[in-house]
């Protein structure tokens, strides 16, 4: 198992790294875009996202996640897969084309019609990606995909930088979402030797997993996707454009560090299923790397919401501050959650993920309805922090129960990262207090950055010394240290 460990490790670093360069590209386009584009031009486009997201869900059996799990998966399985993707991207592809003028009668927007039919086209393209890319997931060949997905990255980001400043409307986003759609599909082909063949031979055996990956899907859509409906619906356009880049930005320490690790961790999970105690450890010292992370970096964006939405998207975005503060903390307790699915996936249980998705769906989408009449994208945010809150310690409950873990091993793992950012807050408000309060650029730059170096300086500080006074228990902090110190020999050593 320590060649699985050390894989998983890689793949972690090589998906964050992946995350990071993304993310990087997406959030200079998104500065780039705020000021070119209108919180409305966003959330047009996300209304009609919004809708290709509901029919994926419709045909969204995971079938990659089959292929993974299955560590003796053959030919027919992958071609079964690529079929049915491709049957699935061309009915979809249809069903826009004949609802898009129903959807642009719904929001009561004509402009979203043409929209429509474009990631249409988008959707049909998608679908005939080549399937032996999964195998790159599968072999813990995690450099190989970072190439994939980065080039398609940095070609989207390129056509929607040059139709924005060309355009200046939501144009540029449909465009960009083509162009990275065409790339990553010829790049499937170019960069994987796999070529498939129309084959349904194994859709007994693939299905027989994935049925429930599927009303998984349709659940997870509900959670994330909801609120383009109802905020589009209720607020309109700027109310959703403001909800959608609000969430974007509080939810980086799970979109850029959690979801690239369980992406990474989920096919090692797939391998270690057979020891429970082997997987047990694994998980837990993948929670403490999250932890470790994501804990500091959310309470951060809370912390400096306001410089952060000032210097990123200019004044006229002042109205997401809030949302991006409460969305943040709502970030952080489903990142320090989303270890659970990878395990459950890998022990061949989705239905456990299924239930728990179910009552989080159940909660939410009353809630949200009733946040976003009462205070449109800010009540949107509330409701999905208070769900998050209320399902936490079911969620916990469970997980303990199906991998036989005690309270008391999750609680080793997260105590010092949860103790060193509430040093780490503490300091950073005694910190800002120094910083100008002028609303101007370089105001907003100095407290930015005072907060960033306060807070980073005082955060690493707690935890290394949380950790040795408490007898240098082995955890994330001693592979860290590890890891500095081999890099340190490795240079000295070349000297």
């Not at 990606?129 to 398609?152: C, P, S, W, Y």
């Not at 809370?302 to 809030?322: E, Q, S």
């Amino acid at each position: 198992m320590e060649a699985v460990n050390r894989g998983m490790a890689k793949g972690a670093m090589w998906t964050i790294l992946f995350k990071f360069v993304t993310r990087g590209i997406g959030l200079f386009s998104t500065v780039i875009l705020a000021r070119l584009l209108v919180p409305a031009d966003f959330g047009l486009v996300a209304m009609a996202t919004a809708i290709i997201a509901a029919l994926d869900v419709l045909s969204a059996f995971n079938l990659d996640v089959v292929l993974i799990q299955n560590q003796n998966a053959e030919r027919k399985h992958y071609d079964t897969a690529w079929s049915f993707n491709l049957a699935a991207g061309a009915a979809q592809a249809l069903i826009l084309v004949l609802i898009a003028p129903l959807i642009a009668n719904f929001y009561s927007d004509q402009r979203l019609q043409m929209i429509v039919y474009l990631l249409a086209l988008s959707r049909l393209i998608a679908a005939g990606e080549n399937i032996g890319m999964v195998a790159f997931r599968k072999d813990l060949q995690f450099h190989r995909e970072f190439k994939f997905q980065v080039t398609r990255k940095i070609i989207g980001f390129t056509i929607t930088m040059i139709l924005a400043f060309w355009l200046r409307n939501y144009w540029a986003l449909i465009g960009g979402t083509l162009a990275a759609t065409f790339a990553g599909v010829a790049l499937s082909y170019v960069m994987q030797s796999y070529r498939p063949r129309i084959s349904f031979a194994a859709m007994g055996e693939l299905f027989h997993f994935s049925k429930w990956l599927l009303i998984n899907n349709f659940l997870f859509f509900i959670l994330h996707e909801s609120s383009s409906f109802i905020l589009g619906k209720i607020g309109g356009p700027n109310a959703l454009g403001l909800f959608t880049i609000s969430y974007e930005i509080s939810n980086l320490p799970s979109t850029d560090l959690v979801a690239p690790i369980n992406r990474a961790i989920f096919p090692g999970y797939a391998k270690m299923a057979s020891d429970m105690g082997v997987l047990r450890q694994g998980f837990l010292n993948v929670l403490s790397a999250i932890a470790m992370f994501v804990l500091p970096i959310g309470a951060g964006i809370v912390l400096t919401a306001d410089p952060l939405i000032h210097l990123m998207l200019g004044p006229k975005w002042g109205d997401a501050v809030p949302l991006v503060q409460i969305l943040a903390i709502s970030g952080i307790i489903a990142a320090l959650q989303t270890n659970h699915g990878p395990v459950y996936l890998a022990l061949g249980r989705p239905k456990v993920l299924t239930l728990l998705a179910a009552l989080h769906a159940g909660l939410l989408l009353p809630l949200l309805i009733v946040g976003a009449m009462l205070d449109g994208a800010l009540g949107a945010a509330e409701a999905t922090l208070l769900v998050a809150a209320i399902t936490m310690p079911v969620n916990v409950v469970v997980l303990l129960k199906i991998i036989h873990l005690r309270a008391s091993k999750l609680f080793e793992v997260v105590w010092r990262p949860l103790a060193a950012t509430a040093i780490m807050i503490l300091a950073v408000n005694a910190a800002l207090q120094f910083a100008p309060q002028a609303n101007t650029f370089l105001a907003y730059l100095a407290q930015l950055l005072l907060a960033t170096l306060s807070g980073g300086a005082v955060y690493i500080a707690a935890i290394v010394l949380l950790w040795k006074t408490t007898g240098k228990r082995p955890g994330i902090e001693q592979l860290l240290l590890n890891k500095i110190a081999m890099r340190w020999r490795a240079v000295f050593a070349k000297e």
